[in-house]
């Protein structure tokens, strides 16, 4: 009990030095080191929340966001109840939102689909994720794909104005003629009605 008690001593002064690293911007050399206490800790048949909130953190930093989220969420299972860890995933959340709702973001970036993937097996993909999602099936040619994602779109969003005007842009590269101009109809009077309020 007495070495356990010391070899978990060290680990934590080890966090603490990991998570100085962090401070000093130095992610990867804190990431081998969370890396590392993630093993040991598994090897005693222990898990730590702070070390995989850790690995979460430098994971963001480095441009990874499926190991950050995957860890964060880690991390809250073992402490449900941390403020800190749970700000953490909401931040993650909102880079890969911004991610792909970056507008200079190029309609077939290959990462696309594994973010959008990210969002919505999580139910976080908000109307400019599933927009980034239908424009890369759009580029690709999949018009179909790209006119299902907008449909839902519409259906969880129908004043969404911009869904409406990629619905019928897409439906025009597919041939439908007929649904591309019930779109147009719904961009115009989506249109009046925004007209109306700021009017009001």
Do not use: C
């Amino acid at each position: 009990m007495r070495d356990r008690n010391a070899t978990l001593s060290k680990m934590r002064e080890r966090l603490e030095a990991a998570q100085g690293l962090v401070n000093r911007n130095e992610y990867s050399e804190a990431r081998a080191e969370f890396v590392k206490l993630a093993t040991e800790l598994q090897q005693l048949g222990l898990r730590s929340a702070n070390v995989l909130w850790g690995l979460a953190v430098v994971a963001d930093y480095l441009g990874d966001p499926r190991e950050a989220i995957t860890r964060v969420e880690e991390a809250l299972e073992l402490d449900p109840l941390a403020v800190s860890i749970a700000n953490s995933k909401g931040i993650i959340l909102n880079r890969i939102r911004s991610m792909l709702s970056d507008v200079t973001r190029a309609p077939d970036d290959p990462t696309t689909p594994s973010l959008y993937e990210l969002l919505l097996e999580r139910g976080e993909a908000d109307v400019d994720a599933h927009l980034a999602m239908a424009r890369f099936y759009k580029h690709a040619g999949h018009h179909a794909d790209a006119l299902r994602v907008l449909s839902a779109l519409t259906t969880l969003y129908p004043r969404a104005v911009e869904a409406w005007v990629a619905i019928e842009e897409a439906a025009r590269a597919a041939g439908n003629s007929h649904l591309a101009e019930e779109a147009a109809i719904q961009v115009k009077l989506l249109g009046a009605s925004l007209g109306k309020g700021a009017q009001a």
